[in-house]
């Protein structure tokens, strides 16, 4: 479906509220109020509501997030009925990777194409302080298993915070010379920590880019496979690429393709603004079906806004849903 001049052809799949970790940007200390069971969109529900409406709207690419997905029991069923619809012809998922050493392969089987895993930090006791637990070397065994169960390309997602982990993007980015692996530096952005944000700020990534092209000399590059907003670039031999996602400092929303359905079944047109939501599950659970649905996406669609709610300094937005509940 085509919008302000915007083709939106992405979904990004919450499943869950909840996670095995309690990341410092995306989640308070004390957690959050998980939603009950009976709140959540049963895996019977999602796939109902996705067969009905992909056609419609023209989507292509789906990637399940959570929280983290990984978590929730019988994930695999739901990526293998995804598959099976026929339509999907980018099926993805974001994850911590800490159940991804026995899943990848499984995950692979059912019919998933790629993963994105989120890793800020290369350093096992720095991991543990900005994730507040976990394992940095499950989560190195888990990028180990997506390659070799061929979940490619294999894209990793460093969130970039000044004075917490900025000194390590040169590290991160030689991940990218030996292996096909694909490293993107996210800016910081206010949502699950906002205090955090006003504090710490935000790295452009003009910056970090500057900075690894007087280490390394970069030179543009053609994107792996992907559906994202990442602009690439490459270190002369490497195997690997390097990408850019920039919120703050060049948002991209006049181009954005994507709309999220969280787990409790409200369809969010916009990451970064809390003004847009459209509830599908109430008249679902109600009866509603065929048309009724897709005219309740396109709706949702209608009212995304022309651009997110942060200031260009990035210290806006008091955000009422913390990333973990939306489903980023």
Request: overall charge positive; charged content about 25%; hydrophobic content about 40%.
């Amino acid at each position: 479906m085509t919008e302000q001049g915007r083709s939106i052809s992405y979904l990004r799949l919450s499943v869950t509220d909840r996670c095995n970790l309690r990341c410092i940007y995306c989640m308070p200390q004390e957690g959050i109020r998980i939603l009950p069971q009976r709140d959540i969109l049963t895996y019977d529900e999602l796939v109902e509501i996705i067969a009905t409406v992909a056609g419609p709207l023209g989507l292509k690419g789906i990637r399940i997030t959570g929280g983290e997905p990984l978590v929730r029991g019988g994930i695999l069923d739901l990526v293998r009925r995804l598959s099976a619809m026929g339509v999907i012809e980018d099926l993805s998922l974001t994850t911590n990777a800490l159940l991804l050493t026995k899943m990848a392969g499984p995950l692979r089987e059912a019919g998933l194409r790629r993963v994105n895993i989120s890793l800020d930090t290369l350093r096992p006791d720095r991991y543990r302080r900005i994730c507040r637990g976990g394992s940095l070397e499950r989560v190195m065994a888990g990028i180990d298993a997506a390659v070799e169960a061929g979940l490619a390309p294999v894209k990793i997602n460093q969130v970039v915070i000044p004075g917490v982990n900025d000194d390590e993007v040169e590290q991160m980015a030689r991940l990218t010379v030996d292996r096909e692996l694909h490293v993107r530096f996210i800016e910081f952005m206010p949502i699950g920590n906002s205090d955090l944000q006003r504090r710490r700020k935000y790295i452009s990534s003009a910056s970090l880019r500057s900075k690894l092209q007087e280490s390394f000399g970069l030179c543009s590059a053609d994107g792996p496979r992907g559906l994202g907003p990442a602009r690439y670039y490459r270190i002369p031999g490497a195997k690997g690429n390097i990408g850019f996602i920039s919120p703050l400092s060049r948002h991209f929303c006049s181009s954005c393709n994507r709309i999220r359905l969280t787990a409790d079944g409200w369809i969010r047109t916009c990451l970064l603004s809390d003004r847009v939501g459209v509830d599908v599950k109430t008249p679902f659970r109600a009866g509603e079906r065929g048309d009724v649905l897709v005219d309740i996406f396109r709706e949702a669609i209608r009212r995304k806004p022309a651009s997110h709610d942060l200031a260009p300094k990035g210290n806006g937005g008091n955000f009422i849903r913390t990333m973990c509940q939306i489903g980023g």
